[in-house]
């Protein structure tokens, strides 16, 4: 938001480069301080991203719970996340320097206030190009079992997606030899390396892992969904103590709950306390798609977690709302020979497209559902914040 003051430090930047400071190791900018003008504003005492995530795990993502997704975390052994790690991460997703011409971070256009997504159709990229896709939301990527990312699911580990946007002509238009060689002539970067890797050197690895480290701290656990968990801990979520009656029947309509009502399976592609998928699928968007996306018009089914924040909705962002959302479900499905037999009639191949003939009190119950997955703290949570 602050576009002038970047452009008058870009020149000091550049001057502290060519002078080859990439090894400021003792520079007063640690994790600790934020004394760099135009450097971020870290706290003295880093967030904590670790406790939460693994110790404190929220109960139904706990080895334990009823319907735990602990199993689902793609994760890989070598890229544990750290709090100074996920501390370099933060930095790095917001910080517009990653992009050519410093106009564009990650946090452009994965937007905190909007469930991490963009409110527009398409993003703007740094010379103010669109993307071809609407920009995911990021919470709970870490739980996605596949671990592979993007609606076409093309990058097959986190440590690999979150290096593409940067080299991506439309996004940020960098190459990586460039940017390890831009982040060393930043002062605050070195030290930073240093906390989260033990040296100072930069190198597209470790932007790599700590991005990912940083991505992967984006858990949803704080939505109203998840009080109904935090009842009686360990035992099954008690939803009727948290939901109104009218959630409560969206909850039964998304997926079987209470087993009282009509349920119309949601949960078998948006499954999970996560609220994501096993496999990608054609939700029947297109008779004939006009992006293939992962083939056959398949696409990664998005965790719904965060999703009344993320408007528009679909790869393309073609629905404006969760009632268009919804009306597609219920009346819009279009029949191809890719479409998900879990959306035809009687849920077998031969079935025709469904139309589940909703009534508007079903069509309200159901986006009141979707509502409950909204993570407030987590939207306002400073350790996910923009820190320049
Ligand atoms: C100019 C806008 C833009 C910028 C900048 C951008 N992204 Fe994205 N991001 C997108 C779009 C659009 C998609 C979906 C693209 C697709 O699937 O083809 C996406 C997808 C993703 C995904 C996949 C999520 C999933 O569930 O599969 C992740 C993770 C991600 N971005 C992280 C990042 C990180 C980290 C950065 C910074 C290094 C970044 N993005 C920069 C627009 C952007
Ligand atoms: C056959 C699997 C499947 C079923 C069943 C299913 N969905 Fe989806 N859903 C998807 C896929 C795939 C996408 C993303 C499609 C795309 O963008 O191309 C999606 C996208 C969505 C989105 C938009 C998310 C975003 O970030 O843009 C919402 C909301 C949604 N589904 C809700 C529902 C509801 C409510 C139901 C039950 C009425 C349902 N889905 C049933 C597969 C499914």
Not at 259 to 272: A, F, I, K, N, S
Request: a neutral charge; charged letters at 15%.
């Amino acid at each position: 938001m602050r576009p002038q003051i970047l452009t008058l430090l870009l020149p000091i930047a550049l001057v502290s480069c060519a002078s080859g400071s990439g090894s400021t190791t003792g520079a007063s900018n640690g994790p600790g301080s934020s004394a760099v003008v135009g450097g971020p504003n870290l706290p003295a005492t880093s967030y904590d991203y670790v406790a939460y995530a693994v110790t404190n795990l929220p109960t139904q993502y706990s080895a334990n719970a009823p319907g735990n997704v602990a199993g689902a975390d793609n994760t890989p052994p070598a890229n544990p996340i750290t709090n100074a790690g996920a501390t370099l991460g933060r930095v790095l997703f917001y910080d517009k320097r990653l992009s050519a011409n410093d106009s564009v971070s990650c946090g452009s256009c994965h937007q905190q206030a909007h469930g991490f997504s963009d409110p527009h159709r398409l993003s703007l990229g740094f010379q103010g190009g669109n993307t071809t896709r609407h920009a995911m939301g990021l919470a709970n990527a870490k739980f996605y079992a596949r671990g592979h990312f993007f609606w076409d699911e093309r990058a097959s580990t986190l440590e690999e997606q979150v290096l593409q946007p940067i080299q991506n002509s439309v996004e940020m238009g960098m190459t990586l030899p460039q940017l390890e060689t831009k982040l060393a002539g930043l002062t605050y970067y070195p030290p930073l390396f240093q906390a989260a890797f033990g040296s100072p050197v930069i190198t597209q690895d470790r932007i790599a892992r700590a991005l990912a480290q940083f991505v992967r701290s984006l858990v949803s656990y704080q939505s109203k969904y998840d009080q109904a968990f935090k009842v009686a801990p360990g035992a099954p979520p008690n939803f009727a103590a948290v939901l109104t009656p009218q959630e409560l029947q969206g909850l039964q309509l998304f997926g079987p709950a209470n087993g009282v009502g009509r349920t119309l399976r949601c949960d078998q592609c948006h499954g999970t306390p996560a609220h994501i998928a096993a496999n990608v699928e054609n939700n029947g968007l297109d008779a004939v798609p006009v992006d293939l996306g992962a083939g056959g018009g398949r696409f990664k089914v998005p965790s719904l977690r965060n999703v009344a924040l993320r408007a528009p909705f679909m790869h393309d962002g073609r629905f404006a709302n969760l009632d268009a959302v919804i009306e597609h479900y219920n009346s819009g499905v279009q029949d191809s020979p890719n479409l998900s037999p879990r959306l035809r009639a009687g849920g077998t191949p031969a079935g025709a497209a469904q139309r589940l003939n909703l009534s508007t009190e079903e069509k309200d119950a159901l986006v009141a559902f979707l509502n409950t997955l909204t993570d407030n703290p987590m939207q306002a949570d400073p350790k996910f914040a923009n820190p320049f």
